[in-house]
Nanobody
Framework: QVQLVESGGGLVQAGGSLRLSCAAS????????MGWYRQAPGKQRELVAT???????NYADSVKGRFTISRDNAKNMVYLQMNSLKPEDTAVYYC???????????????WGQGTQVTVSS
């Protein structure tokens, strides 16, 4: 299984931007779906965005038009560009890697330590 390390979080004012990075321990070329998820205090982890090996993206309604997910298979990296940040985006952000079999079985790969994003009003 691929191990993931997230980075790029921090404290930013509302309206600001951050770019999160997710470094994989091995090639993600054959990983069907790479995704970003977040968990706010007292809430369940939720989907933010996913991107398939073919480049198809999917976003939570709350971030559409503001966040952009991308992947660089050559560098084993996944990114999340976050613009127009809002206080409600405050959460720990995690990335995850799913093979096609895992997607079908609704299973997730190992979670990293996450990166904290805090948006002040």
């Amino acid at each position: 299984q691929v191990q993931l390390v997230e980075s790029g979080g921090g404290l930013v004012q509302a309206g600001g931007s951050l770019r999160l990075s997710c470094a994989a321990s091995r090639s993600i070329f054959n990983i069907n779906t790479m995704g970003w998820y977040r968990q706010a205090p007292g809430k369940q982890r939720e989907l933010v965005a996913t991107i398939t090996s073919g480049g198809t993206t999917n976003y939570a309604d709350s971030v559409k038009g503001r966040f952009t997910i991308s992947r660089d298979n050559a560098k084993n990296m996944v990114y999340l560009q976050m613009n127009s940040l809002k206080p409600e985006d405050t959460a720990v952000y995690y990335c995850n890697a799913q093979t096609l079999a895992m997607v079908t079985a609704r299973l997730f790969g190992p979670w990293g330590q996450g990166t904290q994003v805090t948006v002040s009003s």
